[in-house]
C-alpha cells in the first residue's frame, strides 16, 4: 500500500479519544510543526537530559556528551536532512506543495524526542530495570501480571517510555501529554509494534506499551501507516531521525572518548581516512592545532559527509522506504562502501574500547546498585499499596519510601501494572544524580 504525503503530514493533535482535532492555531511565523519543536525545547523531561548519561556515567569532564547535548546535536543533523527531504518531495510530488521547512521541523523535533524516555545511567539502567523484573518475575508482587504487559517490563525500551513521555506524561499527565502533531509523533516511532514482538524479533526493541497501544492504533491508523497484512510500518521520514542518531553517536563517542584519554589518535586516524578520505586527514592533521581540535574537525567533516549519503540513499531507495516491505535502516543501504566501513569500524572501536573502559564499568557497576535499590523499595511498597488501598495503612517503611515519590505516588485504584508503570516513570524521569540521592536516602546513607 504506498503512501500519501497528505496523510503523512497529519497535523491533528489528540486531546483525548473523543477529541482528536486538526491545530486550528497554525499561524506563518509559528506553525504546528514548529510549535512542535518549542513544546519539546521547553518541557521538563527534555530539560533533565542535561544530567542524564550518554556514554559515560557521572563524568566530572564537563566537555563530555550527556543526553541533552546529544539529542541537540542529532536534531541538528535531522534538520539538515529533513530540509533535504522536503526539497526531494516537491520536485517528486509538486501537486502537494511540501514545505521544505515543515519537514525539517518535523524531523528536527523528533530528534529532540528521541531519548526522552532513556533512564538514568544510560542504557546500562534500562539493563538493570530488565533485569530486575526478569529475576523477580516469580514474585507474588509480580506473577499475577499478564504476558503481554509482563512483557513491557521484561524488555523495557526507552523508546517506549519517548512515546509515553511526550503522549501521556509531559504537560497535560494522561490528557494527550505535549499533543504533538500526528506527523511528528509517527516520525518519533522506530519500532512501530509492541513489546510482543521482541520474542520473534530477540532484540528489547518495541515503541509502545500496551497503555498506550490504542492511542499508538489512532496515530498510525490516521497517518495511513498500515499494512496490507494489518501491522504497521514506518513513517519515511523515521529513518531519517534514526539514521541523524546513527552517524552522531557512531562519531560524538569517539570524540568524548578521545578527550578522556581512552583512545588515541592511531585508533581514529583509520576511521577518518574511510570517512573523510586520506589526503583530507592528512591536512588536517598537519594544521598548528591541538590533538582534540584535529578529532573535532574531522568528527564535524565526517558528519557532513555521512549526512549528504544518507540523502542520496533516502532518495534512490524512496519506493522501499514507503512500500510495505521496507528496509531495516538507511546505514545498511549505503552504497559508498568507505562511509558504510568507517561507521562499522567506529562502533567496534566503541564496542572495543570505549564502553569496556575500566571507569566506565565500575560507574555501571554502581548504577546497577542504586536502580535496584529503588526496585527493591519501591515495587513492593507500590503492591502492599495495591493490596491495602490506602497509604496510611502501609507499614512504615513502604509508606515512606512511597511518599518519595511525590506527585508521581501510584493511584491506589489503578491496576497493579498501571502502578507499576508509575514506578517506572518515576525512575525514569531521575537525572543520574536524583537517582544516586534517592538510593541513598532509602539506604539510610542521605545527607
Known amino acids: 500500500m504506498l503512501l500519501d504525503w ?53 563524568s566530572k569532564n564537563d566537555h563530555v556528551h550527556n543526553r541533552l547535548t546529544h539529542s541537540l546535536e542529532v536534531a541538528s543533523v535531522g534538520r539538515s536532512l529533513g530540509l533535504r527531504a522536503g526539497e526531494f518531495l516537491n520536485k517528486k510530488f509538486p501537486e502537494i506543495k511540501v514545505n521544505p521547512y515543515d519537514i525539517a521541523y518535523i524531523v528536527q523535533t523528533a530528534c529532540l524526542s528521541h531519548d526522552i524516555g532513556n533512564p538514568p545511567f544510560g542504557h546500562a539502567g534500562e539493563e538493570v530495570i530488565k533485569e530486575w523484573f526478569k529475576n523477580h518475575k516469580k514474585k507474588k508482587y509480580l506473577k499475577t501480571l499478564s504476558k503481554k504487559k509482563m512483557n513491557d517490563f521484561l524488555h523495557l525500551d526507552g523508546n517506549a517510555q519517548s512515546f509515553r513521555i511526550v503522549s501521556q506524561l509531559e504537560n497535560n499527565m494522561f490528557s494527550g501529554g505535549i499533543s504533538l502533531t500526528f506527523a511528528t509523533l509517527g516520525t518519533l516511532i522506530k519500532y512501530p509494534y509492541s513489546s510482543a514482538n521482541c520474542k520473534i524479533s530477540g532484540k528489547s526493541k518495541f515503541n509502545y506499551f500496551q497503555s498506550e497501544k490504542d492511542f499508538f492504533k489512532s496515530v498510525f491508523d490516521e497517518l495511513k501507516l498500515v499494512k496490507e497484512d494489518g501491522t504497521y510500518k514506518r513513517h519515511p521520514l523515521s529513518f531519517l531521525m534514526e539514521a541523524s542518531d546513527d552517524i552522531c553517536y557512531g562519531l560524538l563517542d569517539l570524540q568524548d572518548a578521545f578527550e578522556l584519554n581512552i583512545i588515541d589518535e592511531n585508533d581514529v586516524r583509520k576511521i577518518f581516512e574511510l570517512l573523510c578520505e586520506e589526503e583530507i586527514v592528512s591536512k588536517v592533521y598537519e594544521e598548528n592545532i591541538s590533538k582534540l581540535k584535529k578529532v573535532s574537525k574531522l568528527v564535524a567533516i565526517s558528519i557532513d559527509k555521512l549526512a549528504r549519503h544518507v540523502m542520496e540513499v533516502f532518495e534512490s531507495n524512496y519506493d522501499e ?120 536516602q532509602l539506604n539510610g546513607m542521605g545527607d
Open 6 to 58: 497528505n496523510n503523512l503530514l497529519c497535523k491533528k493533535r489528540f486531546y483525548s479519544f473523543e477529541e482528536i482535532k486538526v491545530d486550528k492555531y497554525d499561524d506563518f511565523y509559528r506553525n504546528s510543526f514548529h510549535k512542535d519543536y518549542d513544546r519539546i525545547i521547553f518541557s521538563n523531561s527534555f530539560r533533565r537530559l542535561s544530567k542524564k548519561t550518554q556514554v559515560h556515567p557521572l
Open 321 to 440: 522506504i514507503i512500500s510495505d516491505n521496507q528496509p531495516s535502516d538507511l546505514i545498511d543501504r549505503f552504497s559508498h562502501q568507505k562511509l558504510k566501513d568507517g561507521l562499522k569500524e567506529a562502533k567496534r572501536l566503541a564496542k572495543d574500547k570505549i564502553f569496556n573502559e575500566k571507569r566506565k564499568i565500575e560507574l555501571e557497576l554502581g548504577a546497577y546498585n542504586i536502580i535496584e535499590t529503588l526496585l527493591n523499595n519501591l515495587i513492593p511498597a507500590t503492591y502492599e499499596l495495591y493490596e491495602k488501598k490506602e497509604l496510611s495503612k502501609l507499614s512504615f517503611r513502604n509508606k515512606r519510601a512511597l511518599e518519595l515519590m511525590g506527585e508521581d505516588l501510584p493511584n491506589e485504584d489503578k491496576s497493579l501494572y498501571t502502578m507499576y508503570q508509575r514506578v517506572i516513570d518515576y525512575i525514569v524521569g531521575m537525572t543520574d544524580n536524583y537517582a544516586k540521592y534517592v538510593a541513598n
